[in-house]
């Protein structure tokens, strides 16, 4: 009997427990629990009609150490999933630390009132989860974390020696909306308008946000898009891992109006994550907007197109240079027909659920905090073949992203 208790009953949060009752033999029991206890029960409902699998639901504030130290010896789960929001990280690795239970997230701890996407906050408590013989999995979704087991995959079998890696996040998918973001949209918000850095020679170069772009065509027809160079968090995490890069950078699409909308929103002040004083209240401009925009949650009916997420890699092997490109391609329409959300939590929650497994098996499971490409990647890029996220990996004759 192995039960986990996911924490956050979001977009990503509805994937994570549909695709734990899949596999039921992994996952014999799982509870929900969250801030707002009926988007727990309404996902309990969900998963419930499609698999007949029946999940507890709980309210909890993981902000609350205390609180969620109580549910958690209460309940006793082996494993947290935690896929509420990044300010929530560290109060919950303090609580599975308190109550010894291991712990798995999709994203890097941010503070609430500095938008920074790194990692050394989480890394700071290795000895802690090592020392109570617990494992903490950092970024176990799409990107980070299957990104990160495509370039582990890649440099394991393909390369001697790996030089260049190139993300290429590809969202091909329209909700109709004149603007709406695919998932937390104050988390995304936060990351698109960051200044860009990306690994050259050994280090970090900072650039203007979107201060660079390329034409990008996906294969198996998914189309040609506009990419934008940006900085994400597994960047920081592979460079480390992987010394040998002298170039690392991450870029993702965005269509011309997502740009403007999101240009006009900075430019009236409405994107800031600094307090304002209005009637005689506290309001941070982004979370009033997140509050106004739609939940990303509710895009799924609306969603069609594809996304074509992966990673490209130039290195040595046997002495000469190559170049390998592994992705996957997932349709938003198949992604609701199968769990009732859009490709964006899908791609997020399969990883989720696929990371947990690799710890519960015991496949992974050691104590400490690792990044996902200090694992193995073999059994989990197995795994992303068995459970909706198939991956194609080819070899390219020549690759640039420059203009
Ligand atoms: P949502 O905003 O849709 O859901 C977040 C959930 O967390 C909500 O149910 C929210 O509760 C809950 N929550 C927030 N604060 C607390 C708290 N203090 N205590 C308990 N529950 C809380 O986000 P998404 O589902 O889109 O994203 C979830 C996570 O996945 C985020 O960390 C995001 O950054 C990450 N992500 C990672 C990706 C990757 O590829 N690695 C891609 C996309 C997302 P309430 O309903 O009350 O607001």
């Known amino acids: ?23 039921a033999s ?36 993981a902000d609350n150490v205390p609180e969620m130290v109580a549910l958690l010896k209460k309940e006793a789960p082996k494993l947290v999933i935690n896929v509420a929001l990044p300010y929530q990280d560290l109060h919950i690795m303090d609580a599975c630390l308190e109550a010894g239970v291991h712990y798995l997230d999709t994203a ?36 980070p974390g299957a990104t990160n087991m495509f370039t582990a995959y890649i440099a394991k079998h393909y390369f001697d020696e790996i030089h260049e890696l190139d993300i290429i996040d590809v969202n091909g998918g329209d909700h ?12 995304n918000i936060r990351e698109v308008t960051a200044e860009c850095r990306h690994w050259e020679n050994g280090e970090f170069v900072t650039t203007d946000a979107m201060s ?33 890069l002298k170039r690392a950078q991450f870029w993702m699409s965005f269509s011309q109006n997502y740009l ?15 307090p304002v004083e209005f009637n005689g209240q506290s309001i941070v401009p ?28 130039r290195g040595i092997k046997d002495g000469k240079e190559k170049i390998v490109y592994l992705y996957n391609i997932c349709d938003h329409q198949e992604c609701y027909a199968e769990v009732e959300s859009q490709a964006i939590s899908y791609t997020t929650g399969v990883p989720a659920m696929i990371g947990a497994k690799m710890m519960l098996e015991g496949k992974w499971m050691k104590p400490g905090v690792w990044n996902m490409e200090q694992l193995d990647p073999d059994p989990f890029m197995e795994d992303m073949n068995k459970h909706g996220l198939p991956w194609k990996v080819i070899e390219l004759d020549s690759f640039s992203l420059e203009k």
Not at 176 to 187: D, K, L, Q, R, S
């Open 1 to 23: 009997m192995t039960k986990v208790m996911i924490v956050g009953a979001g977009g990503v949060g509805g994937v994570v427990a549909h695709k734990c009752a899949q596999v």
């Open 26 to 61: 992994v996952f014999s029991e799982v509870v929900l629990a969250s801030r707002t206890v009926a988007k727990c029960d309404a996902i309990a409902k969900q998963v419930e009609a499609k698999t007949g699998v029946k999940m507890r639901t709980v309210q909890v504030d």
């Open 108 to 143: 890097n701890y941010e503070p609430l009132d500095t938008a920074k996407f790194e990692y050394h906050w989480q890394w700071a408590y290795q000895d802690k989860f090592e020392q109570a013989g617990l494992m903490a999995l950092l970024g176990s979704g799409f990107d």
């Open 176 to 187: 109709g909306y004149p603007f709406a973001t695919n998932f937390n949209p104050e988390i």
């Open 212 to 244: 660079k772009s390329a034409k990008f065509t996906c294969p198996d027809s998914v189309g040609t898009f506009d990419i934008y160079r940006m900085y994400h968090e597994e960047l920081e995490s592979l460079t480390k891992h992987f010394p040998t």
């Open 260 to 274: 403007n909308h999101l240009e006009v929103l900075g430019n009236v002040g409405m994107t800031g994550i600094e």
């Open 286 to 313: 982004i979370q009033f907007l997140r509050q106004l925009l739609p939940d990303p949650a509710s895009l799924g009916p609306r969603t069609k197109g594809k996304t074509c997420i992966g990673c490209v890699v």
